[in-house]
């Protein structure tokens, strides 16, 4: 009874939005509401959800320092949809611990699949010819990779269950359509590594061991605005200069790569 509670309530509150086909710029996961925020329901494989740590279960509780809590689902849904390419901070527990991971936006479609093409896609394409594979392939989303197929707003993982017509596919904008900008590895935030200051004339960070640090400062369009580097970082807290005073006011991402570990934190400039 609780799994067939489950179900209904995935339906309602999370499935229904996706059966339409749409497009928006988002990170590949399927959520409901929940007190502290959104909970996780699937993490889209070949998103840039994919590539971080979150988890079905997670519960995302902020975006960008915003807390999520008391929110409705489109409210929500706002706050983690938006301008494709652009970074956003999220922050979400998982197994009772907080975590912080920065997640850059990508172009998701979503569109309607028939059993046929549910089957191709799960170990039929070897029947299909290289014209019938393409088409398959694109489904006429010709700059998209179809990553994923969902029923009812959970993810199908075999070929098993294809009876239901109610089949949405999961395509994403191809890697080499995107511009190139900086890259942020997604961690933990309290990995060793803390931004303890940012102003205009300094940022200041602590780190447990000595080496090599490179503080690099991306804008809210992704586009980085300084990196700057310390080839001998102490053990503790450390002071970096540098001159922000044609730097608008804003969030920025500064992110700390220390030795190879790297932390990322939304951050403010005033």
């Known amino acids: ?5 489950k179900v209904s309530l995935l339906a309602a509150m999370m499935a229904a939005p996706l059966m339409a086909d749409e497009s928006f710029g988002g990170i590949g996961i399927t959520i409901y509401q929940v007190r502290e925020g959104v909970k996780v329901a699937e993490v889209i494989p070949g998103t ?21 809590q008391g929110m409705n689902i489109e409210q929500s849904k706002e706050k983690l949809r938006g301008q494709v390419n652009k970074p956003l901070e999220i922050t979400y527990t998982s197994e009772g611990e907080s975590y912080t991971a920065v997640v850059r936006r990508a172009q998701i479609t979503v569109k309607d699949l028939d059993n046929k093409a549910v089957s191709a896609w799960y170990g039929e394409k070897a029947e299909l010819n290289a014209q019938e594979l393409e088409t398959f392939a694109s489904a006429n989303v010709s700059d998209k990779q179809l990553v994923a197929v ?9 070929e098993a269950e294809v009876a239901s017509a109610n089949f949405n596919g999961i395509y994403v904008e191809k890697a080499n359509e995107f511009e190139p900008k900086p890259q942020v590895k997604n961690v933990v935030r309290n990995a060793g590594i803390e931004l303890r200051g940012f102003t205009r004339k300094a940022v200041s960070y602590s780190v447990k061991t000595p080496g090599r640090t490179i ?21 503790g807290i450390n002071t970096i200069g540098w001159d922000a005073s044609e730097i608008p006011n804003g969030r920025y991402m500064v ?15 005033k």
């Open 1 to 5: 009874m609780k799994s067939l509670v």
């Open 48 to 68: 840039p959800a994919a590539e971080t740590k979150l988890q079905a279960g997670d519960v995302i509780t902020a975006v960008d320092g915003e807390s999520l």
């Open 150 to 158: 969902l029923n009812r707003g959970s993810l199908v993982k075999n």
């Open 215 to 235: 503080v690099t400062i991306m804008n809210a369009d992704g586009e980085q605005v300084a990196r700057l580097v310390n080839d001998r970082a102490n053990a």
């Open 255 to 269: 992110s700390i790569d220390h030795d190879g570990a790297v932390s990322g934190k939304m951050a403010v400039l």
